[in-house]
T-cell receptor, first 110, second 112 residues
Framework: DAGITQSPRHKVTETGTPVTLRCHQT?????MYWYRQDPGHGLRLIHY???????DKGEVSDGYSVSRSKTEDFLLTLESATSSQTSVYFC?????????FGSGTRLTVV | GESVGLHLPTLSVQEGDNSIINCAYS??????FIWYKQESGKGPQFIID?????DKRQGQRVTVLLNKTVKHLSLQIAATQPGDSAVYFC???????????FGSGTRLLVRP
């Protein structure tokens, strides 16, 4: 998807365990975003980054942290996963034509 | 904060007819608007965008209309095809924040 990949594509984890999702871009874009998508809620912004080591909170940031040590990678961490964090997570980059989204990571917390 | 509402959660149209998907937004500071299409199991795909200094923009089979006075957007799809079946989102952006805010989406079903 236009130089953006997410890993893993699927993950099942237990409540209370830490989880890290990775977003990788090859486009050298400054802005990167993490969204979650749940039925009836559309996409909700978790965190975003406007440069290396520059991040800010979105609408639903509680329970999540992010890091961006390199332009190409934006990591989303759930420090202690809860069942309410079961969702599909999408990463996005701001390119020349709107925002490009990755294919998503389906996370299930049991 | 920004809120985005969609008038119809599901729209069913006959193949070949035109489709109109509506979107209301609340933040008058929004200066850029994007429509996305999301097919099942995939990430949102860019369809068309429009800046606040325009009131209409056309693409291939799609037209977006923007009415800033009433904070309303619409996406028109001409000669709707089965491949147009998907969920459609409008996403306004505030230039100062570079954040996109999505509504819950409208599902478009195309009847053969």
């Amino acid at each position: 998807d236009a130089g953006i990949t997410q890993s893993p594509r699927h993950k099942v984890t237990e409540t209370g365990t830490p989880v890290t999702l990775r977003c990788h871009q090859t486009e050298n874009h400054r802005y990167m975003y993490w969204y979650r998508q749940d039925p009836g809620h559309g996409l909700r912004l978790i965190h975003y980054s406007y440069g290396v080591k520059d991040t800010d909170k979105g609408e639903v940031s509680d329970g999540y942290s992010v890091s961006r040590s390199k332009t190409e990678d934006f990591l989303l961490t759930l420090e202690s996963a809860t069942s309410s964090q079961t969702s599909v997570y999408f990463c996005a980059i701001q390119g020349n034509y709107g925002y490009t989204f990755g294919s998503g990571t389906r996370l299930t917390v049991v | 904060g920004e809120s985005v509402g969609l008038h119809l959660p599901t729209l069913s149209v006959q193949e070949g007819d035109n489709s109109i998907i509506n979107c209301a937004y609340s933040n008058s500071a929004s200066d850029y608007f994007i429509w996305y299409k999301q097919e099942s199991g995939k990430g949102p795909q860019f369809i068309i965008d429009i800046r606040s200094n325009m009131d209409k923009r056309q693409g291939q089979r799609v037209t977006v209309l923007l009415n800033k006075t009433v904070k309303h957007l619409s996406l028109q799809i001409a000669a709707t095809q089965p491949g147009d079946s998907a969920v459609y989102f409008c996403a306004p952006r505030e230039d100062s924040s570079y954040k996109l805010i999505f509504g819950s989406g409208t599902r478009l079903l195309v009847r053969p």
